[in-house]
């Protein structure tokens, strides 16, 4: 299918949901720490509405720069823009999703009060924060469990909560940090499609980094490829699957495997040869 | 299925048992001080029955209770307070400062090297021997356990815990009420469980020393003017006070910590 493998910049046909203009820009980001070099001179636009997945190797520095992103960290150089305004510190238009539930949750609230602690942070009412979690909690499929504690709930569960919390904080942007790698195989396909049906029921802006190439295709509309050090963008893959997908439809199309193979063979380094025509040599 | 409703008086007989365990060895020590000073003519060591008898008469019936334990205990519970409050607050900034901490610590170190009692000459002469001297001293001594606990257990505090707060914006007193001092305190309360039996030993002294009024003055007074029997009293009083004290501050601790409770239980549960 040549069509998914269209030039990167190229405005996707296909994807007539997505808005053009780009809500966060990553602009010439580089971090190192001290003469360590994580990576360089990255350059990507996130348009409004999209599902960007960040690929690379573990140890390529994608958490290092969903921090940046998310305003937990300073880029050496360069800089990320959020909707027009340079990030310095944790925007209030974004939401973070972080890998180990166990960790990211307070044991010693529940889930309805973790949920709603930043929003009681940002003094809102006590009738709009329970509204708001009960919302949050119906979204991510999960009522019925607002005065349990996280250890009482399954990892499933738990992670669920965690993406109620970013729910409930109505962000314009939410990012996810490898939000799946702490659970087993079927909670994690549930967890794949749960977001995705939220995504398209609320039409937020997901940027998700991970290290499964699965995953990275199946879900996003666009998969940004890190690899190297320093980690440079070896590409932005257009993933035109769709806006329906589905575990097993989905991830059986030839043009999945196709573009499953292209991201490997990018960050795998290989010289691409046979069906697949390369432009990760291009100008950058 | 037909075990369960028995399951309540199941239990409550363990905790008879468990009651009966704790209590074999003072009952009968209790005995065989008895029985071995019943014919005592040591005007030191009195019978048990006298002792018995006075603390009756001058604790209960006379009034003791609400003239010195009640004092001693308001005492108490003011300076141990400020300890908490000043070793919490303290605790929480330098834990969370590491900066701060590393440059704070050759001076909270050597205050806290210092032995409490040393500091009586000094805190009776700048502060007199009033309830001013009283309260500093219980609450300076008892600061030191809850401080340096409150430091580990905010330094201790999850790194995505960290970022979570970050990344939703949490304003510093929801941060400090919502994350720091639950996360710490476990922590904070096995200090605390040091400072306040500190608390209660400083609030003896200090009595002793300070101004006439308290369980601590009563039984310096008692041996001074030679009335050993008040003297024994004050002692046995001073056991139960401390006795009662530790099974109020269990129940304080289970209450604050219930869900550190429950979530070990759990985890236990779950490993079976």
Same mark, same amino acid.
């Given at each position: 299918?040549?069509?998914?493998?269209?030039?990167?910049?190229?405005?996707?046909?296909?994807?007539?949901?997505?808005?053009?203009?780009?809500?966060?820009?990553?602009?010439?980001?580089?971090?190192?720490?001290?003469?360590?070099?994580?990576?360089?001179?990255?350059?990507?636009?996130?348009?409004?509405?999209?599902?960007?997945?960040?690929?690379?190797?573990?140890?390529?520095?994608?958490?290092?720069?969903?921090?940046?992103?998310?305003?937990?960290?300073?880029?050496?150089?360069?800089?990320?823009?959020?909707?027009?305004?340079?990030?310095?510190?944790?925007?209030?238009?974004?939401?973070?999703?972080?890998?180990?539930?166990?960790?990211?949750?307070?044991?010693?609230?529940?889930?309805?009060?973790?949920?709603?602690?930043?929003?009681?942070?940002?003094?809102?009412?006590?009738?709009?924060?329970?509204?708001?979690?009960?919302?949050?909690?119906?979204?991510?499929?999960?009522?019925?469990?607002?005065?349990?504690?996280?250890?009482?709930?399954?990892?499933?569960?738990?992670?669920?909560?965690?993406?109620?919390?970013?729910?409930? +904080?109505?962000?314009?942007?939410?990012?996810?940090?490898?939000?799946?790698?702490?659970?087993?195989?079927?909670?994690?396909?549930?967890?794949?499609?749960?977001?995705?049906?939220?995504?398209?029921?609320?039409?937020?802006?997901?940027?998700?980094?991970?290290?499964?190439?699965?995953?990275?295709? +199946?879900?996003?509309?666009?998969?940004?490829?890190?690899?190297?050090?320093?980690?440079?963008?070896?590409?932005?893959?257009?993933?035109?699957?769709?806006?329906?997908?589905?575990?097993?439809?989905?991830?059986?199309?030839?043009?999945?495997?196709?573009?499953?193979?292209?991201?490997?063979?990018?960050?795998?380094?290989?010289?691409?040869?046979?069906?697949?025509?390369?432009?990760?040599?291009?100008?950058? | 299925?037909?075990?369960?409703?028995?399951?309540?008086?199941?239990?409550?007989?363990?905790?008879?048992?468990?009651?009966?365990?704790?209590?074999?060895?003072?009952?009968?020590?209790?005995?065989?001080?008895?029985?071995?000073?019943?014919?005592?003519?040591?005007y030191f060591f009195p019978p048990l029955s006298r002792v018995l008898e006075e603390t009756w008469r001058i604790w209960f019936a006379g009034g003791g209770i609400l003239r010195d334990i009640v004092p001693s205990f308001v005492r108490l519970i003011t300076g141990f307070a400020l300890a908490l409050v000043l070793g919490v607050a303290l605790g929480t900034i330098l834990g969370i400062n590491r900066t701060l901490e590393v440059a704070m610590r050759p001076v909270t170190?050597?205050?806290?090297?210092?032995?409490?009692?040393?500091?009586?000459?000094?805190?009776?002469?700048?502060?007199?021997?009033?309830?001013?001297?009283?309260?500093?001293?219980?609450?300076?001594?008892?600061?030191?356990?809850?401080?340096?606990?409150?430091?580990?257990?905010?330094?201790?505090?999850?790194?995505?815990?960290?970022?979570?707060?970050?990344?939703?914006?949490?304003?510093?007193?929801?941060?400090?009420?919502?994350?720091?001092?639950?996360?710490?305190?476990?922590?904070?309360?096995?200090?605390?469980?040091?400072?306040?039996?500190?608390?209660?030993?400083?609030?003896?002294?200090?009595?002793?020393?300070?101004?006439?009024?308290?369980?601590?003055?009563?039984?310096?007074?008692?041996?001074?003017?030679?009335?050993?029997?008040?003297?024994?009293?004050?002692?046995?009083?001073?056991?139960?006070?401390?006795?009662?004290?530790?099974?109020?501050?269990?129940?304080?601790?289970?209450?604050?910590?219930?869900?550190?409770?429950?979530?070990?239980?759990?985890?236990?549960?779950?490993?079976?």
């Amino acid at each position: 299918m040549i069509a998914s493998v269209r030039p990167r910049h190229a405005v996707s046909g296909s994807e007539p949901a997505s808005d053009a203009s780009p809500i966060l820009a990553i602009r010439n980001l580089s971090f190192s720490y001290g003469a360590v070099r994580i990576f360089e001179e990255l350059d990507c636009e996130v348009r409004q509405g999209e599902f960007l997945c960040v690929v690379g190797p573990s140890g390529v520095g994608k958490t290092t720069l969903l921090q940046c992103l998310a305003g937990l960290r300073l880029p050496t150089k360069g800089g990320v823009v959020l909707k027009g305004n340079l990030v310095t510190a944790p925007p209030a238009e974004l939401a973070v999703v972080f890998q180990d539930y166990s960790r990211s949750l307070m044991p010693w609230l529940t889930a309805e009060e973790n949920i709603t602690l930043p929003l009681r942070s940002a003094r809102l009412s006590r009738a709009e924060c329970h509204q708001r979690a009960r919302k949050a909690l119906e979204e991510v499929g999960l009522v019925g469990v607002e005065g349990k504690y996280p250890w009482q709930l399954s990892g499933g569960m738990q992670q669920r909560v965690a993406i109620a919390r970013a729910l409930a +904080y109505q962000p314009s942007i939410i990012i996810m940090d490898e939000p799946f790698a702490s659970v087993d195989a079927q909670t994690r396909s549930d967890l794949e499609d749960l977001v995705l049906n939220v995504r398209q029921h609320l039409g937020i802006t997901i940027v998700l980094v991970t290290h499964d190439i699965d995953e990275a295709v +199946y879900l996003s509309d666009r998969v940004l490829v890190l690899s190297g050090r320093p980690a440079k963008v070896l590409d932005i893959v257009d993933v035109n699957l769709g806006r329906q997908r589905d575990q097993i439809g989905t991830k059986s199309l030839p043009e999945f495997a196709e573009l499953r193979s292209r991201v490997y063979r990018l960050i795998r380094r290989k010289p691409s040869h046979g069906g697949v025509p390369a432009d990760d040599g291009g100008e950058r | 299925m037909t075990a369960r409703p028995t399951q309540p008086a199941g239990q409550s007989r363990t905790r008879m048992v468990g009651l009966l365990w704790q209590a074999w060895l003072p009952l009968a020590a209790a005995v065989a001080i008895w029985f071995w000073s019943s014919g005592s003519q040591s005007y030191f060591f009195p019978p048990l029955s006298r002792v018995l008898e006075e603390t009756w008469r001058i604790w209960f019936a006379g009034g003791g209770i609400l003239r010195d334990i009640v004092p001693s205990f308001v005492r108490l519970i003011t300076g141990f307070a400020l300890a908490l409050v000043l070793g919490v607050a303290l605790g929480t900034i330098l834990g969370i400062n590491r900066t701060l901490e590393v440059a704070m610590r050759p001076v909270t170190e050597a205050l806290r090297a210092i032995p409490g009692a040393a500091l009586l000459p000094i805190a009776m002469m700048f502060l007199a021997s009033g309830e001013t001297m009283k309260l500093s001293m219980i609450a300076f001594i008892s600061t030191w356990p809850i401080l340096l606990n409150t430091i580990e257990g905010v330094r201790s505090v999850d790194p995505t815990l960290r970022l979570v707060m970050a990344s939703f914006r949490l304003s510093p007193w929801y941060r400090f009420r919502y994350v720091f001092l639950p996360a710490a305190a476990p922590q904070i309360m096995a200090g605390a469980r040091i400072s306040f039996a500190v608390s209660v030993a400083v609030m003896v002294i200090v009595e002793m020393f300070g101004t006439p009024g308290g369980m601590g003055y009563f039984i310096r007074h008692a041996q001074q003017t030679f009335q050993v029997v008040p003297m024994w009293t004050g002692i046995l009083m001073l056991g139960l006070f401390g006795y009662a004290l530790n099974v109020l501050f269990r129940l304080i601790e289970r209450r604050v910590l219930r869900w550190h409770y429950a979530m070990a239980a759990h985890s236990e549960g779950g490993n079976q």
